[in-house]
């Protein structure tokens, strides 16, 4: 059972470069969402899925695009990439709305745009 | 604006004594508040949560005091240990558990 599944690791963008965050859950899980971390500002939702075909705006969505095809996979992209994108971006998921068990996060992936 | 202010941004703890992180919320709708541990280099991960109708809960070593007409809650950590040494995330959802709103996070040291 891998839980949440983020690839890459880490990535080196240049400015105005575009790129694709990939995440993945096997655990069936209806909800899913994107955080980005930067220090001292603890995690900003960005996008997230309530299921497959449905998506919406969090906090900081400016800058970023989600879809949400199937359940297991929530792709985040990012076009023209600028240096305020430079954070870790974590991927987690939730069973549904009410069940109050928790996010699981994936380990996430570092960014840096230069 | 949705906001949990957490308090404070690192803390020193001796091994053996209690480590304590607050956090206070201005909306009363949130129904549920749950506190992450993250490790260096991992996603966070659920440590422990509470519901709004109960004023404590206890796990193990890990224990959230809850006080609703304050909005505050803490997370205490007793007989505080070297792996302990994490940082720490207080959050608040108003649909129970989704679209977690989460504070600035604590730096915890535990010194041996």
């Known amino acids: 059972n891998a839980g949440v599944t983020q690839t890459p690791k880490f990535r080196i963008l240049k400015i105005g470069q575009s790129m694709t965050l990939q995440c993945t859950q096997d655990m069936n899980h209806n909800y899913m969402y994107w955080y980005r971390q930067d220090p001292g500002m603890g995690l900003k939702l960005i996008y997230y899925?309530?299921?497959?075909?449905?998506?919406d705006k969090g906090e900081v969505p400016n800058g970023y695009n989600v879809s949400r095809s199937t359940t297991e996979d929530f792709p985040l992209r990012l076009e023209l990439a600028a240096p305020s994108q430079t954070s870790v971006y974590f991927c987690?998921?939730?069973?549904?709305?009410?069940?109050?068990?928790?996010?699981?996060f994936g380990s996430g992936t570092r960014l840096t745009v230069v | 604006q949705q906001q949990v202010k957490q308090s404070p941004q690192s803390l020193i703890v001796q091994k053996g004594g209690i480590s304590i992180i607050n956090c206070a919320y201005e909306?009363?709708?949130?129904?549920?508040f749950p506190w992450y541990q993250q490790f260096p280099g991992k996603g966070p991960a659920l440590l422990i949560a509470?519901?709004?109708?109960?004023s404590e809960k206890k796990e193990g070593r890990f224990t959230i005091s809850f006080n609703k007409s304050a909005k505050q809650f803490s997370l205490h950590i007793m007989d505080s240990q070297p792996g302990d040494s994490a940082t720490y995330f207080c959050?608040?959802?108003?649909?129970?558990?989704?679209?977690?709103?989460f504070g600035a996070g604590t730096i915890l040291r535990v010194k041996s």
């Open positions: 909306n009363t709708a949130f129904d549920y």
């Open positions: 959050a608040a959802s108003m649909e129970y558990g989704n679209k977690l709103v």
């Open positions: 987690a998921s939730s069973l549904s709305r009410g069940s109050g068990y928790g996010y699981t």
């Open positions: 899925s309530v299921g497959a075909g449905i998506t």
């Open positions: 509470i519901r709004p109708d109960v």
